[in-house]
């Protein structure tokens, strides 16, 4: 669109390091850095660490007694069931079961106050606000529901440290839980913590910032959401500290093309792409963000036609198409749009994201394809310049996780 | 490498255009080179190499494919994104560059050298008159940023 592109906290600091930028969800944002090309950069993240921008995804507050009920309405989770300070994958659901956007709920409700904190994608912005206000006005409607507070936290930055060394760069800077130095070991993946970085962010910058454990690219890591100021850049203090104390020798910047290549290899969906409007959670491969209690009482945006698809086959239950993941058998990529074909030839599925796997060196992509053909190990092909080329159906993640869940865990 | 243009000079001729080694530019971005025999080198230019990026896999054409001006004779895939090579000229592929299938980074070193993608037997030396010449290419290059 001809409207000016917005800029994240850390616009100056991509230039400076030499970002190639582009256009993303109405911001400006690095696809890489001139000192490693994408595969570098990729292949750094999986062996020492990288810091990204995601500065551009939207973080929200909901608060108040009907905040979890409200957001219970609207995705197939139990945000009430959430143990403080965890979060879950979710999503945002149209009354016909597809996903409006996928989200990360966390739980951080205090004793006083029920609150979560909600993160949804960039480039989903303005949906998903037009959503959420819409389902908030038909929720207050009904005097019976409890009263909900929404924010959009838009001066805050959010920054992603991924990669095996992520754990040691975040404790060299010595970060204090309610004054006490953590020991980020006992933050597991899923978990969340209010954290100061008293050396780094002082002064007018000395807020607490929530550091969650996990991220986008099925290795450790940690994502961080630091409030914003009208006075100073917290975010870019706080990453240029961890790019100080860390040394380019252990971490260096990360732009969205890597971001994209790694959370491929980790199996996860990129809304727009492998998830969208038309798309289930069980068409998907996400029954699993269906709560436990929601399966028996429904009573959630499309439950109706999520819960009939989650019975069995001889019940009347399933899906017609599944997500699943390909590995390609052969030198060129499928990419998105790519038809899937079985062994005689017919059309059966599509590719709906796929690219090389640097850790692999194989070229890997995920799909959908007609149920019954979705098993692993199932032989296909994947049509490329009107060449088929054999692949076969793989279980993802295609690269391990390693989420880091506690000393001696599996 | 500099087109060698001496004024008033014929193309035509074999012993003459092996001393004219003019390298021609296709809108898409590809560059052919006519030598000897009527055989002509072809790969995609610096400007596109550059457009690119990283090269990870070059899909080389099939030898002793007939190919017509503009057909679809191969790929160019980077991380991101795949471009399809189009013949600059018709005529018959005689050769490809294999160094290309170990090292396909090769096309972002030397695209317009080293990293010669194919070689064409033309059939009517004619169709590279319409192509531009190195200075208009730049020009075009210029203007469609």
């Known amino acids: ?410 | 490498m500099g087109a060698f243009r001496a004024a008033g000079m014929q193309r035509r001729g074999f012993a003459v255009a092996a001393m004219l080694r003019v390298k021609k530019y296709t809108e898409d971005h590809e560059w052919v080179e006519l030598g000897e025999d009527g055989v002509c080198n072809l790969g995609i230019s610096k400007y596109a190499a550059n457009a690119l990026g990283d090269v990870i896999y070059v899909e080389l054409p099939e030898l002793d494919m007939e190919v017509g001006f503009g057909d679809t004779v191969g790929a160019v895939e980077s991380v991101k994104s795949a471009s399809d090579i189009m013949a600059p000229v018709s005529g018959k592929v005689v050769a490809t560059n294999e160094a290309l299938e170990e090292k396909p980074g090769l096309l972002n070193q030397d695209p317009e050298g080293e990293g010669w993608i194919a070689k064409i037997k033309v059939e009517h030396e004619e169709e590279l008159d319409g192509l531009m010449d190195e200075e208009a290419y730049i020009k075009f290059t210029e203007e469609s940023s």
């Open chain 1, 1 to 410: 669109s001809e409207e000016e592109l917005l800029k994240t906290p850390l616009y100056d600091l991509h230039i400076v390091k030499g970002g190639k930028i582009v256009p993303f969800g109405g911001f400006s944002m690095p696809v890489y850095y001139e000192d490693l090309n994408i595969t570098e950069s990729h292949n750094w993240t999986r062996e020492k660490a990288s810091l990204f921008d995601v500065s551009h995804m939207l973080q929200h507050n909901f608060a108040g007694p009907g905040a979890a009920n409200f957001l219970a309405s609207i995705t197939p989770s139990s945000p009430k069931a959430l143990a403080p300070f965890t979060s879950t994958l979710s999503a945002f659901l149209h009354p016909d079961g597809g996903i409006v956007d996928d989200t990360i709920i966390t739980n951080i409700s205090s004793g006083w106050r029920d609150q979560f904190y909600v993160v949804t994608n960039g480039a989903c912005r303005a949906k998903d606000k037009a959503f959420i206000s819409d389902a908030l006005a038909a929720w207050r409607r009904d005097s019976q529901h409890g009263e909900v507070s929404w924010h959009t936290l838009e001066n805050n930055g959010l920054i992603a440290l991924q990669g095996p060394l992520a754990a040691e760069i975040l404790q060299s800077l010595e970060p204090k839980k309610d004054g006490h130095e953590l020991d980020l070991s006992t933050l597991h993946f899923g978990q969340s913590a209010w954290l100061t970085f008293g050396d780094v962010l002082s002064g007018e910058d000395k807020s607490a910032c929530l550091v969650s454990r996990g991220g986008y690219t099925g290795e450790d890591g940690f994502e961080i959401s630091i409030t914003g100021s009208d006075h100073s850049n917290p975010t870019q203090t706080l990453t240029e500290a961890l790019l100080r104390y860390a040394g380019p020798e252990k971490l260096r910047l990360a732009g969205l093309g890597p971001r994209d290549s790694l959370r491929l290899e980790a199996g996860m969906c990129l809304y727009g792409h492998d998830i969208d409007d038309t798309t289930t959670p069980v068409e998907a491969g996400l029954s699993w963000i269906v709560a436990k209690d929601r399966r028996a009482q429904g009573g959630f945006n499309g439950s109706d036609t999520i819960l009939q698809q989650l019975k069995a086959k001889k019940d009347g239950g399933g899906v017609t198409r599944r997500r699943v993941g390909i590995v390609v058998e052969d030198r060129a990529p499928a990419r998105e749009g790519a038809k899937i074909v079985n062994e005689e030839g017919e059309e059966v599925g599509v590719v709906t994201s796929g690219g090389p796997s640097p850790t692999l060196g194989k070229n890997i992509a995920m799909g959908y394809i007609r149920d019954g053909l979705h098993k692993t190990g199932t032989k296909v092909g994947v049509v490329v310049r009107n060449k088929t080329r054999p692949a076969v159906v793989t279980k993802m993640p295609f690269v391990p996780t390693k989420y880091w869940k506690g000393k001696g865990a599996a």
